[in-house]
C-alpha cells in the first residue's frame, strides 16, 4: 500500500472511531447491530499497532536506503584493491609463484572474496621471494595491509547490508500483517454502521467516507 493511501486509510478508521464516540445517537444506532464501546476500543487498538509498524517499516526502508551506498563504495573499493594485487602479481610473478599463491578469479559474493583475498593477503608475505618482488613494486606489507582494510570494511558492510534486508522484509511482513487486521475490522464495521444508519445519511457521512461511485462503461465508437 503506498505511503499516500495507507495515510488516508488511517484517517478514515480515526474518524470512524473518533466521531462515532462523539454522538450518542451513532453510538446507539451501532449498538442495534451489536456495534458497542469495546468493539471500538479493539479498531483502536488495533489502529495504534498498525500506525506502530508502518512506523517501523518507514525506518527500516530508510536504514536500508542510506546503508546501500556505503555497501556499494566498500564493494567497488575492495574489488580495485583485488584487482590490482593479482594483476601486480601476474605481471611480476614467474608461474611457479603463482601457483604457489594459488590465485582464483574474483569472487561474487562477498562472504567467498573475503576468504579469497584474505588467503592470498596471508600467502605472499609467507614466501619472502614474492613479498620482495611485490614489494620492489609496491605492494609492501603497508600496501597490503590497507588491502586488508578495505576487505573488511567490505566485508562488514555486505554483513550489514544482509541484516537491514532482513529487518526490512521482517518490518514489511510485520506492517502487511497489522494493516489486513485492521483493514478486516474496518469493513466489518462499516457494514454493520451502513446497516445501522442507512435511513440517516447525515449521521453516516460523518464515520465514513461515501461509496465509491463505479465508472460508467465506455462506449465504442460511434460508426462513420
Not at 200 to 217: D, M, N, R, T, V
Amino acid at each position: 500500500m503506498a505511503r499516500t493511501s495507507m495515510s488516508g486509510f488511517f484517517d478514515a478508521v480515526n474518524k470512524l472511531i473518533t466521531n462515532s464516540r462523539a454522538s450518542s445517537e451513532i453510538m446507539a444506532a451501532l449498538d442495534t447491530q451489536g456495534v458497542t464501546p469495546d468493539d471500538l476500543d479493539e479498531g483502536e487498538g488495533l489502529l495504534a499497532v498498525a500506525q506502530e509498524k508502518a512506523g517501523l517499516q518507514d525506518a527500516a526502508t530508510e536504514a536500508l536506503r542510506l546503508h546501500t551506498p556505503i555497501y556499494q563504495a566498500a564493494e567497488k573499493q575492495a574489488q580495485a584493491d583485488y584487482q590490482d594485487l593479482v594483476g601486480a602479481c601476474r605481471a611480476e610473478l614467474s608461474p611457479a609463484q603463482l601457483r604457489a599463491l594459488q590465485i582464483k578469479e574474483m569472487p561474487s559474493k562477498p562472504a567467498k572474496f573475503v576468504l579469497v583475498t584474505n588467503t592470498l593477503l596471508d600467502a605472499i608475505p609467507r614466501n619472502a621471494e614474492i613479498a620482495t618482488v611485490l614489494a620492489n613494486r609496491k605492494r609492501n606489507a603497508a600496501r597490503l595491509a590497507q588491502i586488508r582494510l578495505t576487505v573488511k570494511a567490505y566485508g562488514d558492510a555486505a554483513t550489514r547490508l544482509k541484516l537491514l534486508e532482513g529487518a526490512l522484509k521482517q518490518a514489511t511482513t510485520d506492517q502487511n500483517n497489522a494493516i489486513r487486521s485492521l483493514r478486516a475490522w474496518f469493513t466489518k464495521i462499516s457494514r454493520f454502521a451502513r446497516l445501522a444508519l442507512k435511513s440517516k445519511k447525515g449521521l453516516l457521512s460523518e464515520i465514513l467516507p461515501p461509496p465509491q461511485k463505479k465508472a460508467a462503461p465506455k462506449t465504442g465508437a460511434a460508426p462513420q
